[in-house]
């Protein structure tokens, strides 16, 4: 048995220009998905999971300033919110942060992709085996264990690299990295390589790297070798085909969980739409009023 991370990296650095005009005061962690802000669904994620520190990497001081903010303790707020007898506003406050949970930051002064970011972590995380997560994508499930804590599970059974696939279309397999080699038994697809967004026809599976990711610390090791990929950066996916190359074993894990991609403000209004109305039976009400008296 191998065992689960201890630790998580978030990668928080970059202008987010897709989510612009709001972006350029605020950062898309403080965005919103159904009232609640897009880092803190990553941030209880990694609780759930038994994740006990979160590693911010980070592009500036105003960045760094605003989840060292969000994540401190706020005693004054909170003696206000009980003399008010706000009691559920109280509450809300106080799960912010996670019982235990630990919170880091690493620097990343040049924006050279994701590989590089996560690599900007390697002092705080020491020797340690690690998750990662895109804050853009929130996964939940309604009824059963969170994304990040089915992976740790996997990980902890088979070791190796573990990641949350999806099966897409081969046309849209483009957008994505692929699973090289790969043999699926029930949920988990062990593959040999990774391969990012590959060309049309040279599309080697039906199986999306999605992240999040559980990480052996080799990997760590093996990032500054990588190489600028197509889109000019350094990528996380080329780090795990390159260990995969040199005989790590990578796993797929076909999670359960739905997917609210928040990446673009377009995809944003979908994924608040979509949740809202699967949390509120009171706002589907509304909403079938609303379509029904409007006139579109």
């Known amino acids: 048995m191998n065992r689960r991370p201890e630790v998580c990296v978030l990668p928080v650095a970059g202008l987010s220009t897709r989510n612009l005009p709001t972006t350029k005061v605020l950062h ?30 980070y592009s500036d001081d105003a960045c760094k300033h605003m989840f060292e903010k969000y994540y401190a303790p706020a005693p004054e707020l909170e003696a206000h919110l009980k003399e008010k007898n706000k009691l559920d506003l109280l509450e809300k406050v106080k799960e912010i942060i996670p019982e235990g949970m630990k919170f880091s930051f690493a620097r990343q ?4 992709g994701n590989g590089h970011a996560i690599l900007m972590a390697k002092d705080v995380i020491g020797k340690r085996d690690f998750a990662v997560m895109w804050v853009d994508d929130v996964y939940i499930n309604l009824h059963g264990d969170g994304v990040l804590k089915q992976l740790c599970e996997v990980y902890e059974q088979k070791g190796g690299i573990v990641e949350n696939i999806m099966e897409c279309p081969r046309q849209e397999m483009v957008r994505y990295g692929a699973l090289v080699g790969a043999k699926r038994e029930g949920n988990v697809v062990r593959a040999t390589g990774l391969i990012e967004k590959p060309k049309l026809e040279e599309v080697p599976s039906n199986y999306a790297s999605m992240g999040p990711y559980v990480i052996p610390n080799e990997v760590m090791d093996i990032l500054p070798e990588v190489t600028k990929g197509t889109n000019g950066e350094i990528n996380l996916t080329d780090a795990l085909n390159l260990a995969a190359l040199r005989g790590m074993p990578i796993y797929g894990v076909l999670c359960k969980g739905l997917r609210f991609d928040c990446g673009t403000n377009a995809d944003l209004q979908r994924a608040n739409i979509k949740l809202s109305l699967m949390n509120s039976g009171e706002l589907r009400s509304y909403t079938r009023e609303l379509l029904d008296t409007m006139d579109i």
């Open 28 to 57: 898309k962690g403080f965005m919103t998905l159904d009232n609640i802000p897009v880092i803190q669904y990553a941030v209880d994620s990694c609780a759930e999971a038994g994740i006990k520190e979160i590693v911010f990497i």
């Open 109 to 112: 002064s040049e924006p050279k």
